[in-house]
């Protein structure tokens, strides 16, 4: 199947990344030295490298090619090289490099750093990537994507952003252009070796089990599990976080007196630039107060996906539980489940149950084939349905999107959400507490630490001091020996 060479006007370059390459001509290869591509031997950034070959042979025609003869590539070419990368794809890539002549600047740091090196040696202003629609990294981007915050500046150039799995097996088995081999072997994308195993779907065994033979990646019939071969990261062992995080909320039971930590995100520009002040945030402090958790932070993030992720991701690995609001709807600037699902590296699909729960509420009335609200963060979100509201709630590991945008309607989904609590085994952790005022007016000399000496020490911490008077709370779990 895999041929040596290939005469770059053979290739068969679907219509619209012929006017995506024709508009960026004049800029990709008249300022060349303004334009890197990504190439890693996956199987997407080997479509675009021969999509790149093409368009430069169609640019400078027969005269810079002898023959027809591509053997050098002009644009410079980067490749994060990592120990954890399969051998098979650093070969295919050194193999590639060669045969058909890349500039390789391979790097050995992370991304983000590796960028900002490149970007101050080098005049690079746009970056081409082989990133499609189904990846969790495409979330939010168009085929001409500016970096994320707190990134260099480039542009990213994604022309295949829109191909299907299959669009991309199409092109690489109709123009014969070699393709790394772990592809042969049932794999059907590949991150890292720690990440990533034979896509099960493709087995010729027992589907359940990743031993034995693997049919070829392009025979995956639905595109859409071309991920189910990437394993979920093996965690480091932790020390920092939070252990019933990393455990589960088993280990939650096995430490019944420790208080439950719990997170706030408020999403939206309004309130940053103060035109709308926050009531939810407070109310929502005090409403999980009451249940006795203790919240550990709140923030208040831009509409912007980068700033919604990188809060998720922060306080979802040190708080049991985290609850989101705002940005929250249909408007463009609503991004706060697309910040959700790339905080868990996942990507937006179609909820047809939510979509049922939406057309209830709007009808038809959506423009275009599906609706956009409809889209939630594929494979960890569960819809938490109460009959006194109109769409369920969405939750998304321990990650709680709540959809009111008022205090009052925080109260009514607060109050669905305590009632599922008790019938909803999923939410056993957000497990009701008895709380306890003991109020005295003694000044804070008399009641000094001598006389609370004989209660636990965790007790101690839970003093609070309000000027002269102190409220001792206790918290207990539900059935408190006093
Ligand atoms: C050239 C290049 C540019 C990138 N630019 C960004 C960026 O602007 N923002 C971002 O969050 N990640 C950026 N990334 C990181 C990718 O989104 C993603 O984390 C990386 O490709 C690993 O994907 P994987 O975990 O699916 O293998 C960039 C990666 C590369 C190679
Ligand atoms: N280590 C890397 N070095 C250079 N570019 C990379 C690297 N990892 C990812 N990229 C860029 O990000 C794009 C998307 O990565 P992704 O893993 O989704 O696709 P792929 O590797 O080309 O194919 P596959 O989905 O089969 O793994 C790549 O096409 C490439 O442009
Ligand atoms: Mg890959």
Redesign the pocket.
């Known amino acids: 199947m895999n041929v040596p060479w290939l005469h770059p006007a053979s290739y068969v370059i679907p219509v619209d990344v012929c006017l995506l390459l024709l508009s960026a001509e004049n800029f990709l290869f008249d300022r060349i030295e303004e334009v890197a591509f990504?190439?890693?031997g996956?199987?997407?950034?080997t479509v675009?490298l021969h999509l790149l070959r093409a368009g430069y042979f169609l640019h400078n025609g027969e005269q810079s090619c002898p023959n027809g003869n591509l053997t050098n590539f002009p644009i410079r070419t980067?490749?994060?090289e990592?120990s954890s990368a399969f051998p098979e794809i650093n070969s295919f890539t050194y193999d590639t490099a060669s045969r058909y002549g890349l500039q390789l600047d391979i790097i050995t740091s992370d991304f983000k750093s590796g960028l900002e090196n490149l970007l101050k040696a080098n005049p690079i202003r746009a970056i081409f990537?082989?990133?499609r629609i189904g990846?969790p990294t495409a979330v939010g981007q168009e085929q001409f994507s500016p970096s994320s915050p707190g990134w260099p500046p480039f542009m990213r150039v994604n022309p295949i952003l829109d191909w299907s799995y299959r669009d991309v097996w199409a092109f690489i088995l109709t123009c014969k252009v070699p393709y790394c081999s772990l592809y042969d072997e049932g794999y059907t994308?590949?991150?890292s070796i720690h990440d990533t195993v034979p896509n099960a779907l493709l087995s010729m065994g027992d589907s359940s089990s990743c031993d034995g033979k693997f049919k070829p990646a392009y025979l995956l019939s639905d595109g859409r599990l071309e991920r189910a071969g990437r394993v979920k990261k093996l965690l480091p062992t932790c020390t920092g976080c939070n252990p019933a995080v990393c455990n589960g909320p088993e280990s939650v039971d096995s430490d019944k007196n420790r208080m439950l930590i719990a997170s706030a995100i408020a999403v939206g520009d309004e309130i940053l630039s103060g035109t709308v002040e926050d009531q939810m945030g407070p109310s929502l402090c005090r409403k999980l107060h009451a249940i006795g958790w203790s919240v550990s932070q709140t923030a208040v993030v831009r509409n912007d996906i980068d700033s919604v992720a990188e809060e998720v991701e922060r306080q979802k690995s040190t708080s049991e539980m985290v609850f989101i609001y705002g940005g929250v709807g249909p408007l463009h600037s609503d991004v706060t489940l697309a910040g959700v699902a790339k905080a868990f590296g996942v990507r937006l699909a179609p909820d047809e149950e939510f979509e049922e729960y939406l057309r209830h509420l709007i009808g038809n009335h959506c423009t275009g084939d599906r609706n956009e609200m409809a889209l939630l963060p594929e494979g960890i979100t569960e819809l938490l349905h109460h009959e006194k509201l109109p769409v369920p709630m969405i939750k998304c590991q321990n990650v709680i999107i709540l959809a009111a945008t008022t205090v009052t309607e925080l109260d009514k989904e607060w109050e669905c959400l305590s009632e599922l609590t008790r019938s909803c085994n999923l939410l056993s952790i957000m497990k009701p507490y008895v709380s306890k005022v003991l109020s005295t007016n003694l000044s804070d000399v008399c009641i000094k630490l001598p006389n609370l000496t004989c209660l636990p020490v965790f007790l101690s911490h839970l003093i609070r001091h309000t000027f002269s008077r102190i409220e001792v709370i206790l918290l207990f779990r539900c059935h408190p020996s006093f």
Do not use: C, R, W
């Open positions: 990504s190439f890693n996956g199987k997407d950034s675009l980067i490749y994060f990592s990537l082989g990133v990846d994308s590949i991150g």
